[in-house]
C-alpha cells in the first residue's frame, strides 16, 4: 500500500539526519563552481540586473526565512550538493570582493541565462530575446575575472586548486528555448535549434578543462512538460497530447529527451578528447520523474505559489506579485511558482545524482578523495527515497 502524503516530512528527515551523519570530515573538494540559469542560481540576479529585481518573499521562506535570491522556496540542488560534499554554500560571485569570498568557491549562473547569446538568438530567428540576457560567455568572463583575482601574478598558479574543485556546468540551455516556446515558434524549428545550444555548452567545457578544470559535472534539461506553466500554456483536450502515467504533455518531454540525448553524445565526444578529465553527465530529467511517478507528491502538477486552477499558474499574476496564494504544505508540491521546482524537488534531484544512478559515471567514483561520498551511495538510509 502507497504511503500517505503526511509521511513524507518522516521520510525526508531520515535523508537529512543521514546526509549529517555520513557528511564528510574534509571536503572531498576545495570549492565548487557553479554556471548556469535560475535553477544554479544563489543570489546573482539582484546584482546583475539592480536591486528591487529578482524573487521576493515568499521566495526563500521555508528554509531562508527571507529571499536570498534563489528562484524557490528553501535550498536548491547545488546547495545540497554542496553541503553533501563539506563545502558551505556556494557564494554568488556578485557578492564577494575579495580572494577570500571565494574560499570555498563561487556561482556565476543567473536567472534568465541562456547557453547563447542574444545575436545568436536573434540570428535563429527568435526576435523576443532580451538584449541584456546574461549568457554562458559572460559567465565564463566573470570566471576568469575571478581566478585573475586568486592567481594575480600566474593563472597557472590557479592549476592546483582547479584541479582539486567541482564544476557544475548547467543546467543552461532551458532558457534558450524557454524563449521560443513561450513565443509560439514551432517545435520543428526549436528542435533545428537545439544542435547549436549543446555546441555552446561544449565549448564552455573545453574551456574550463583548458583552464584546469577536471571535474565537471554537466546536468540535462527537465522534463518541461510538466511545468505548471507549460500544462497552463499548452492546455488542450486531446489528451492523446499528454502522458497517461503522469499528466505531462508528451511532445515537450519528448523535446527535454532529445536535448538530453544531444548532450550525452557530446560529453562522450569530449570524454575522448580530454581523458584525463572526468565529465560527468547529471540527469535531471530521470531525477526529476521520480517525483512525477511517485505517490508522495500532493500534486505534482500543480504550482505552490501562485493562482488558483487547475496548475496554480497564471499569465497575469505571479508569484510574489499581485493577488497570488501559497500553498500550506510546499513539501508536498513539486513545483513551486510553475517554473521553479521546490526544495523538495531540489533535495530529490541532488540526492539522486549523489546517491542514486543519475549521474554517468556515478560521482562517488571520479575522485580517491571521497571515501564518504562512496559511502553515501551503499548507505540503506538513502534507499527508503526510492522505496516509497
Known amino acids: 500500500m502507497a504511503p500517505s502524503a503526511t509521511m513524507l516530512p518522516v521520510k525526508l528527515a531520515v535523508v537529512l539526519l543521514a546526509l549529517a551523519a555520513a557528511r564528510p570530515a574534509r571536503a572531498c573538494y576545495s570549492r565548487v563552481f557553479s554556471f548556469g540559469d535560475s535553477l544554479a542560481d544563489t543570489g546573482n540576479y539582484r546584482y546583475v540586473y539592480g536591486n528591487g529585481t529578482g524573487p521576493r518573499l515568499p521566495y526563500g521562506e521555508t528554509f531562508f526565512h527571507r529571499a536570498t535570491g534563489r528562484f524557490s522556496n528553501g535550498r536548491i540542488a547545488v546547495d545540497f550538493i554542496a553541503d553533501a560534499l563539506g563545502l558551505p554554500f556556494v557564494r554568488p560571485y556578485w557578492s564577494g570582493r575579495s580572494s577570500e569570498d571565494f574560499a570555498g568557491g563561487a556561482n556565476f549562473a543567473v536567472g534568465a541565462a541562456t547557453a547563447l547569446s542574444p545575436e545568436a538568438l536573434w540570428e535563429h530567428g527568435f526576435a523576443a530575446a532580451r538584449a541584456d540576457l546574461v549568457h554562458l560567455d559572460m559567465e565564463m568572463s566573470w570566471f576568469r575575472d575571478m581566478l ?62 583548458g583552464l584546469g578544470a577536471k571535474t565537471l559535472v554537466v546536468p540535462g534539461n527537465l522534463p518541461i512538460g ?47 578528447l580530454y581523458p584525463c578529465a572526468s565529465i560527468i553527465y547529471a540527469d535531471y ?21 501562485g493562482v488558483e486552477g487547475p496548475y496554480g499558474v ?75
Open 314 to 388: 497564471s499569465i497575469t499574476t505571479k508569484c510574489g506579485h499581485g493577488e497570488y496564494k501559497v500553498c500550506n504544505n510546499p513539501q508536498n508540491y513539486a513545483s513551486w511558482d510553475g517554473l521553479h521546482p521546490t526544495e523538495t524537488s531540489y533535495r530529490v534531484i541532488a540526492d539522486g545524482l549523489l546517491r542514486g544512478p543519475y549521474t554517468q559515471p556515478p560521482i562517488a567514483t571520479t575522485t580517491n578523495s571521497c571515501s564518504k561520498l562512496t559511502e553515501l551511495v551503499s548507505s540503506a538510509e538513502y534507499k527508503v527515497l526510492y522505496n516509497l
Open 285 to 305: 530529467y530521470g531525477a526529476a520523474m521520480e517525483i512525477f511517478v511517485s505517490p508522495w507528491i500532493e500534486d505534482p502538477l500543480m504550482a505552490c505559489c
Open 148 to 209: 585573475q583575482l586568486l592567481c594575480p601574478s600566474d593563472l597557472a598558479d590557479c592549476v592546483g586548486m582547479m584541479n582539486k574543485s567541482l564544476f557544475l556546468v548547467g543546467e543552461i540551455g532551458g532558457n534558450d528555448y524557454n524563449i521560443p516556446l513561450t513565443s509560439s515558434v514551432p517545435v520543428e524549428k526549436i528542435r533545428a535549434f537545439a544542435p547549436s545550444v549543446i555546441s555552446k555548452i561544449s565549448s564552455t567545457i573545453t574551456d574550463l578543462i
Open 226 to 272: 510538466c511545468l505548471p506553466v507549460y500544462l497552463t500554456m499548452y492546455q488542450t483536450d486531446n489528451m492523446g497530447d499528454y502522458e497517461s502515467e503522469t499528466g505531462c504533455i508528451r511532445w515537450m518531454n519528448e523535446f527535454s529527451r532529445y536535448h538530453n540525448k544531444l548532450l550525452v553524445d557530446e560529453l562522450e565526444k569530449l570524454r575522448k
